[in-house]
């Protein structure tokens, strides 16, 4: 299994919210661009970056750090928000993503985003956020009455490479991942998955790696590596992905 460190980014600055909330920020450095040679240095395979403000915005904001944190390093950089559009997909996948994470214009016009998966085949996974399992778009702002697993089906169906299932109410708390609900997206899903949202142990690193059979295949830690409760290394490793 795969393991993401996250980088996300508001004013130019890495931070990490809680729950989802741009009120409850946290600030943990002013270098994204350092932060990403950070991980690489620890062992990651892949990083996975997030224009927070742009997801706000409904458009890329900061497209011009994202472009420097990929040139910045070696390993491959999966990046999200924002990307509502096939021109924006096209953008950041130009400016050297190896993979666009769609949310949004999945949910509101799927059709669009099935053309999008079909022009980079391989390189479009589809972001589905969910709060007591129902999906929320726009920066985590919107409700939706969609059921996760459902979209998980959909996702597979418009041709996604993978699917990201975020548990927002687990968000950067640290208080463990939903495991049974990964299972369950990752099962509907029939393609990869990865999973987001509330790891703060290596043994939670552990718990999403035991559901491989059912297709969980990556997990994203942000939080708890910037508070040092997760060391990399040892994630990497209880997640066989040293």
């Known amino acids: 299994m795969t393991v993401f460190p996250a980088i996300d980014l508001r004013g130019g600055r890495c931070v990490r919210l809680t729950e989802g909330s741009f009120e409850r920020e946290t600030v943990y450095g002013d270098d994204p661009v350092a932060m990403a040679r950070r991980w690489e240095a620890a062992g990651a395979r892949w990083l996975h970056v997030v224009d927070l403000d742009g997801a706000r915005a409904g458009r890329p904001v900061q497209a011009a750090l994202v472009a420097a944190i990929c040139r910045a390093v070696r390993i491959p950089v999966q990046v999200g928000g924002g990307l509502r559009d096939a021109a924006a997909v096209a953008a950041v996948l130009e400016a050297g993503a190896a993979r666009a994470v ?73 208080r463990g991942p939903d495991v049974e609900g990964t299972r369950a997206v990752a099962r509907a899903a029939g393609i990869p998955v990865i999973a987001s949202g509330g790891v703060g142990s290596v043994d939670d690193v552990r718990a999403l790696a035991a559901l491989a059979s059912d297709g969980v295949a990556g997990v994203i830690v942000g939080r708890a590596l910037y508070t040092g409760a997760v060391d990399l290394p040892a994630a990497l490793a209880a997640a066989g992905d040293a």
């Open 102 to 174: 769609v949310g949004t214009i999945a949910v509101g016009d799927p059709a669009r985003c099935a053309a999008i998966c079909r022009a980079h085949a391989g390189r479009v996974a589809i972001g589905l956020d969910a709060r007591d399992g129902r999906l929320r778009t726009a920066g985590w702002t919107e409700a939706s009455a969609v059921e996760a697993r459902a979209a998980a089906a959909a996702a597979a169906a418009m041709g996604a490479a993978a699917v990201i299932y975020t548990d927002i109410g687990r968000d950067g708390t640290q």
